[in-house]
């Protein structure tokens, strides 16, 4: 590709984020019915390389904490990023969508998704490597398996088209990445897809790469937002919010040990406010808590302790 190719072929990604930024961010408050998204723009080191859109959305009927956050970001290549990814290049563009969404029901799952795309350049400036990366996983609190299977069904459905194998490999690496290994190996949700490095080849071609992240990114809604419509107005109490809470404490410590994002994002003087807008709004610690013998919640945990196959 030429550069101007190239550049058309950037263009293009950061429209398609952005638009998908706008549809998904729509179709939650419609669902939510109360609370809106608050849009924060920002911009890196005093408007030199990118910045992005942070949409935060809080204390709705349904959603009690979640963000939908696009970033246009470039640079140069630091030695913490040599070491951190590591990469061998002059200079880097990276843009993508990352959202996390918790809501206030404990019978409606937490989820969490991103997809990016990612460039590095020599010091003439000519592209070294490109890559996407991306994917999407669910995190339920008490485990209804037709709610499972519809979240991975959705998902295969839209990556089978580009081969058979990729979602049995996406689902697996999806389950080994998610995982609280201090906790010996304890899954933080039920899984869902996750890769990355997928770089354009004699077999698969920029283009085609693209497509396979677009159909990622468009089934989203319909993956997660019927499963959120059938529980949000399950009755619960305060039984249900200690869970729920024990849980979401599970969920901040995979972020902040394991996660390779939040780790090289805060090492890398990245911005805080939208790095951390993953965690929950309340979690909880108990020590040494286990839920009780036959309880809901022993049938999610053991669900957590061994990756599900939740597809035909």
Not at 79 to 86: A, D
Not at 163 to 192: S, V, W
Not at 291 to 302: C, Q, T, V, Y
Request: glycine share 8%; aromatic share 14%; charged share 25%.
């Amino acid at each position: 590709m030429s550069n101007n190719a190239d550049d058309l072929f950037k263009d293009q990604w950061v429209a398609y984020i952005h638009h998908l930024q706008d549809t998904i961010c729509k179709s939650l408050e419609e669902v939510d019915g109360k609370a809106t998204f608050v849009e924060d723009k920002w911009e890196r080191l005093e408007g030199k390389g990118g910045g992005g859109k942070t949409r935060v959305i809080k204390d709705g009927n349904v959603f009690e904490k979640g963000g939908v956050n696009t970033s246009v970001v470039y640079g140069e290549v630091t030695e913490m990023m040599r070491r951190q990814l590591p990469v061998d290049a002059a200079s880097w563009f990276a843009c993508g969508l990352s959202l996390v969404i918790h809501p206030r029901n404990p019978y409606v799952p937490t989820t969490h998704a991103n997809w990016r795309y990612f460039e590095l350049y020599d010091e003439n400036g000519k592209i070294k490597d490109r890559w996407f990366g991306g994917g999407a996983d669910l995190t339920p609190y008490y485990l209804y398996e037709e709610d499972a299977i519809h979240f991975h069904q959705t998902l295969k459905k839209a990556i089978d088209p580009f081969g058979a194998d990729l979602y049995p490999k996406y689902k697996h690496q999806c389950d080994e990445y998610f995982m609280n290994t201090h906790r010996n190996n304890e899954m933080r949700g039920i899984g869902g897809v996750f890769y990355e490095h997928l770089r354009p080849s004699a077999e698969t071609d920029l283009e085609t790469l693209f497509h396979f992240q677009q159909s990622n990114g468009n089934c989203f809604l319909d993956a997660y937002v019927p499963i959120v419509k059938k529980r949000k107005d399950n009755a619960f109490g305060e039984q249900e919010q200690f869970w729920q809470e024990i849980r979401r404490g599970r969920y901040v410590e995979f972020n902040l040990i394991h996660d390779r994002g939040t780790i090289f994002g805060l090492k890398t003087n990245g911005r805080t406010e939208s790095i951390l807008m993953s965690l929950p709004p309340r979690a909880r610690w108990e020590y040494d808590y286990k839920p009780a013998p036959g309880s809901p919640e022993e049938k999610l945990w053991n669900a957590c302790l061994h990756p599900g196959e939740w597809t035909d």
